[in-house]
């Protein structure tokens, strides 16, 4: 699939975060984006629009980002999804990977680490 | 980190005003020191001693290592080494004020030892900053606490320092914290930590600085309180107590868990447990950063 062709969900209740994410995946091509606020969103969405990556963070209201990415592994096994969160412990690092995400990036989020994640899922244009 | 601190003892002890301050403070990055102030700052010269030099280059056309050697003031091997010393960036601070008129070389020599005394610095801990001397700085600027902080705080203090520099920058002076029971809020933005170190913590500022604030943050120019700015108030707060919380479970073992932040919807805070204010000077404007210690085993 070409990064054109995709979806991307950007989970996060920060709009900032999800404004720098979305700047950041920019750069290397024209996804379609999704957005989600909590962690009840981000199934809801993940449910009606499958994205192909889940960019996710933790600390969110509603439903915490671990029990987000459990609902939506249950839901589908492959879903590939990526925590992005500034609370990046060995523990937290753990559990997310327990709960089925592929991917733990630490915040502040640097470009190369999202370059890497696109360019290894994804073809050019 | 030490120029922070540096301000913080020039303005609490009269010798600048703020504006004077926060002058120096931005002019710091782009000051060259000269050799008079790092002979000073080394004590192989008096200020007498290098206004004299200073006098005789108004009548000569050399440098001033050069007639300081001539005069018998340094040798030749003192010069090289003043010349190679890593210069401290509190003596940046000390040689903008020069330059700006602020203070004389003589007030200067008696800052650096009084300031150095205060503290317990010595000179050979300039050229490698360690954390046992910041952790020092911090205790002795929290006097206010009236007893010795504990490691968790320590932390979670020097680490905000070093957040402050990493991504807004690094001309801040903090000012003395104080002890806070009640506080009327700007925009303000709160985040809960919990675990075996709990505490509350508060972000502040007015609509005009939380606008500059959010611009050195995110790199791009905000020119209106908008959604983003507000988001980037936030943002840093949650990142740094992220930043706290990972730091915590590296060092100590313990997980602590983040809250969602929250705005402060109420002009007045008003504070149950042992809080403090501590107001961060920065040249576009005031940050204020509250503390609740909620609970601590440490």
């Known amino acids: ?125 | 980190m030490y120029a922070q601190f540096f301000g913080n003892y020039l303005l609490s002890h009269g010798v600048v005003t703020k504006e004077q301050l926060v002058h120096a403070m931005q002019k710091k990055s782009s000051v060259h020191l000269k050799l008079g102030t790092l002979a000073i700052h080394a004590g192989y010269m008096t200020a007498n001693e290098v206004d004299q030099i200073i006098i005789l280059q108004t009548h000569q056309d050399k440098r001033f290592g050069e007639l300081a050697v001539s005069e018998g003031y340094l040798t030749q091997a003192q010069v090289t080494e003043l010349l190679k010393i890593q210069n401290a960036d509190f003596l940046l601070l000390g040689q903008a004020l020069l330059d700006d008129g602020v203070i004389d070389n003589e007030r200067l020599q008696s800052l650096i030892i009084d300031y150095q005394s205060e503290n317990e610095i010595c000179e050979s801990d300039y050229s490698n900053e360690t954390r046992e001397i910041i952790d020092r700085l911090v205790e002795n600027f929290f006097v206010v606490t009236e007893r010795a902080l504990s490691r968790y705080e320590l932390s979670f203090i020097h680490l905000l320092f070093n957040n402050l520099v990493r991504f807004i920058g690094d001309d801040f002076t903090p000012t003395c914290p104080c002890l806070c029971q009640e506080y009327p809020t700007n925009y303000c933005v709160s985040q809960k930590v919990e675990g075996r170190f709990s505490i509350r913590t508060y972000l502040d500022m007015p609509e005009s600085t939380c606008i500059a604030f959010a611009s050195r943050y995110v790199d791009e120019t905000f020119d209106s309180f908008d959604e983003y700015v507000q988001a980037s108030i936030e943002d840093f707060l949650n990142l740094h107590n992220g930043l706290f919380s990972v730091n915590m479970s590296n060092e100590y073992g313990i997980e602590l868990q983040l809250e969602v932040p929250n705005i402060e919807t109420s002009e007045l805070l008003t504070f149950e447990k042992e809080s403090y204010l501590l107001p961060i000077i920065y040249p576009f404007g005031t940050i204020y950063f509250i503390f609740e210690l909620l609970a601590t085993d440490a």
């Open chain 1, 1 to 125: 699939m070409t990064l054109d062709d995709a979806k991307i969900l950007i989970s996060d209740d920060s709009i900032l975060a999800r404004k720098q994410l979305k700047d950041i995946i920019a750069r290397y091509g024209n996804p379609t984006f999704l957005e989600a606020t909590n962690g009840q969103d981000t199934i809801d969405i993940y449910k009606k629009e499958r994205p192909a990556l889940v960019f996710l963070d933790i600390v969110m209201p509603v439903k915490d980002g671990n029990a987000a990415i459990r609902e939506i592994v249950s839901f589908d096994k492959d879903a590939d999804i990526i925590i992005v969160s500034s609370v990046g412990t060995q523990s937290q690092l753990r559990a997310a990977i327990d709960a089925g995400a592929n991917d733990f990036i630490q915040k502040p989020i640097n470009a190369e680490q999202i370059h890497h994640i696109i360019t290894s899922r994804f073809e050019g244009r």
